[in-house]
């Protein structure tokens, strides 16, 4: 099949022929036809297979030329970097073509972007907060909204984003297509999609949830505290040419990437605390090649679209399964193939579980000068992380330090004030931006009993080893 069996009108063909592409992907082929009908659609694709344009082909050829310009498109998305590389999509696809589009999001002033608004467009990509708040303004109206995207409509409808999504689409006009797409979807939020779509279709390019065949996978079981030395070793590789790497907290992401830099590695973080502009320039940089090594938390993971990521490294294992599949499907982009490699200390061997669980495989595993058979092995409480009132503590202790009461009492007294500082610490932290909140959400995740993630970074200089080998602070 080619684009041409799919009745895309000329300016559209001439604008993917300019791109290179001359055959749809699968996702592009099963939707494209049912969305030029006019049907709702749900689409699941693996990340990396062109879904992006699997909507924005179909929304231009559907949409009409109206003037004044009237805005008939509204895409969501939960990041700062998704919303902008969707629009990037629009400018390419639409270039012969009459259409404006403006992409809004929050971290940065919204005076430009309410400038762009006024003087007329047709295509608004969003983040959910900063949509709200300019429609709470007065300065966006959705009444004459005919297209409707929630792109990662797994992340966008789980906890952190249902409230918004559910007052945006309550101003909508009830006569719309609306289209839904994701890498990953759960039954529930399947369930959900559909009690919010009429009739929709169900389009779905490949196994739910499997990885990338063309990635090769590896597993290193290491203990916490040599982490950064197998970092190290891997990167002197010289096959390892552009490498993305992910942890679990934003401020871990930062001294990791200082941890590089003082080791003669060009590197930088990206993370929602990061300001736009710095968040911009680490991506450039990364995409010139400027920097070797980027690392970034778990909102890059649906925000980050190069095509030539030789290597993924999990630092840290996520503690949801699916991020698993996000993270290492930002290598062997457009069909290339690529290589994720993952570090498993003994507290995270029960996320190891989990993901090989979802993805119906066991990952090789690597010998290495560092291999832990502890973490190999680990079971039971040594498998999962320490919960978060009892750090500090030794896992197999905690019962015997409940035997004195004053020391209970005072445990209890200093954990509370702990997740106090945890939360003013979080207030202090919170930015306009709406990755920011998939960021909260992911923390509360790894903070739940049993499977919660140390939030405290460890350090990497050479003092801090000496001093605590990596020991939670």
Known sequence: MTFKTLNLIPPLEKAIAKQGYTKPTPIQSKAIPDLLEGKDLIGIAQTGTGKTAAFVLPILQRMKEQYPRTLQTLVLAPTRELAAQIGESFSAYGEFL??????????VNQGPQVNKISRGVDIIVATPGRLLDL?????????????????????MLDMGFIHDIKKIISRLPEKRQSLFFSATMSSEVNELAKRLLKNPVHVEAAAQATTVEKIKQYIFFVDQDSKSKLLLELLKQKHLTKVLIFTSMKHRANKIAL?????????????????????IKALSDFKTGKIKVLVATDIAA????????????????????????????????AGEEGT???FCAADERDFLRDIEKLIRMNIEVMDHEFHSETAKNAEGIS???IPRGNRGQSRFNNRSNNRNNNRSDNHRSNSHRSDNRHSSEDRHNRSNDDSERSDRHNS??????????????????SRSRRKSNFRRR
């Open 98 to 107: 009459n259409f404006k589009h403006v992409v809004i999001f929050g971290g």
């Open 135 to 155: 429609m709470n303004q007065g300065e966006i109206g959705l009444k004459n909204i005919e297209f409707f995207v929630l792109d990662e409509a797994d992340r």
């Open 259 to 279: 941890f590089l830099e003082n080791n003669n590695i060009r590197a930088d973080a990206i993370h929602g605390n990061k300001t736009q502009n710095a968040r």
């Open 302 to 333: 649906r925000g980050i679209d190069i095509d030539d990521i030789s290597h993924v490294i999990n630092f840290d294992l996520p503690n949801e399964p699916e991020s698993y599949v996000h993270r290492i499907g930002r290598t062997a982009r």
């Open 340 to 342: 994720s490699y993952s």
């Open 383 to 385: 498998a999962r992380p």
């Open 444 to 461: 509360r995740s790894r903070d739940r009993p049993n499977r919660s993630r140390r939030s405290e970074s460890r350090s990497f200089d």
